[in-house]
């Protein structure tokens, strides 16, 4: 049986779960494909919407995965080969703020062979047909290794974010969020950093979830107070 064929069935094993906002925009089941890309955006039965972007013709269970959630979220995946979940994969999380649209949308283009999937904060990440990586993303620079590692934390670094950036880390066999006493590192447009522990962050419920817990001003709210140099 192939492992956790989409980051969908990867983020519900590992429950990951984002914070439900209003949604004005359509989020329909649909699984699409067109080159290596299989797209597939899930309608959540918490009303969140995900948006997963996987290499279909990966080979020998190594690959990277991308995964866009309604609360500005996108997790990096790598699947590192056959064996172990906690020794064979890996994720790295990133937040974006603000965030100004309740869904991730996407839209293909066949004349650029690029996947283009529109962020809720508005920053539009693109992926090339051929090997279903991330190409760029507008409103950041993304620096991308193009070996599939456990030493390089998932492959994937968001440089230049022209707005608020947190980045929860990289983690073996789990989602690097779900360690309530970790540090997130918020980042913002002027390269400032500030270190904030993931309870304050995220709620953690009795059924393992994790749980993005701040809207924008409630983010904003507590910034003020444990990070004041931050510009948000």
């Not at 309604?70 to 590192?80: K, R, T, V």
């Not at 283009?109 to 507008?138: H, I, P, Q």
């Amino acid at each position: 049986m192939k492992l956790l064929g989409t980051i969908f069935f990867v983020s519900t094993l590992w429950t990951l779960n984002a914070s439900a906002q209003d949604q004005t925009a359509v989020c329909q089941e649909t699984v699409e494909r067109r080159g290596s890309i299989q797209m597939q955006m899930i309608p959540a039965s918490d009303g969140n919407c995900f948006v997963s972007v996987h290499n279909r013709k990966a080979q020998g269970l190594l690959y990277r995965d991308y995964l866009f959630t309604a609360d500005g979220e996108l997790m990096i995946f790598n699947s590192f080969g056959p064996g172990d979940e906690s020794q064979t994969t890996g994720a790295r999380e990133f937040f974006m703020f603000p965030r100004v649209q309740s869904t991730p949308t996407y839209e293909w283009n066949d004349e650029t062979r690029r996947l283009t999937v529109t962020t809720v904060n508005g920053n539009r990440a693109s992926f090339d047909y051929e090997d279903a990586e991330l190409v760029e993303m507008t409103g950041a620079t993304i620096k991308r290794a193009s070996s599939i590692v456990p030493g390089n934390r998932g492959g994937i670094e968001i440089l230049n974010y022209q707005g608020l950036l947190l980045d929860g880390g990289f983690k073996m066999g789990s989602a690097p969020t779900g360690n309530s006493r970790a540090n997130s590192i918020f980042t913002d447009r002027t390269g400032k950093t500030c270190k904030v522990q993931n309870y304050e962050l995220f709620k953690y419920t009795s059924d393992g979830d994790v749980i993005f817990k701040h809207s924008d001003k409630g983010l904003q709210s507590l910034l003020k107070s444990r990070c004041p140099q931050l510009n948000f």
